[in-house]
């Protein structure tokens, strides 16, 4: 039985690590780390943010989201006009081949959760559903953390 042990304790070791490794794909669309920042008691609404890459020939177009935890999910854009922080709602988000969209907080585009069920605590998890105009849906499972944890877990897988 002592010789499982150093296994054992490896395996042990690694799982934290293996939070950090948070990637879905759906045929050739890859989705890197979604996360969601914690949001005050009472807040309405929250943000999601992912990394979406298409590694195929075709685009893929982001025509909507849905999530058990909100009453809706909008896809957002969030951009400096004249000096102000403009947020509009888009209809879809196209990515095209070879390319990565990647949404983080403080601007561009993201995710907008509508109508909170309950506020965003960090540590928590919440189910979103992405659907795709060219190839269906694709559940992932999304993690509360501080904006700078969500973002530096996200970049590291780009280097790879």
Known sequence: MLPRLPILLAAALLIPGLANAHDIRLDDVRIAHPFATPTPPGAPNGAAYLDITVEGDTPATLVGVSSSASRAVELHDM???DGN??????DQITIEPGDTLTMRPGGGQHLMLLGLEEPLRKG??????LEFAERGTLDVE???QEAHEGS???DAHHQH
């Open 142 to 144: 999304v993690w509360v």
């Open 152 to 154: 530096e877990a996200a």
């Open 79 to 81: 951009r400096m006009e």
């Open 124 to 129: 928590n998890t919440l189910p979103l559903t």
């Open 85 to 90: 922080m403009q947020m509009r709602k888009l």
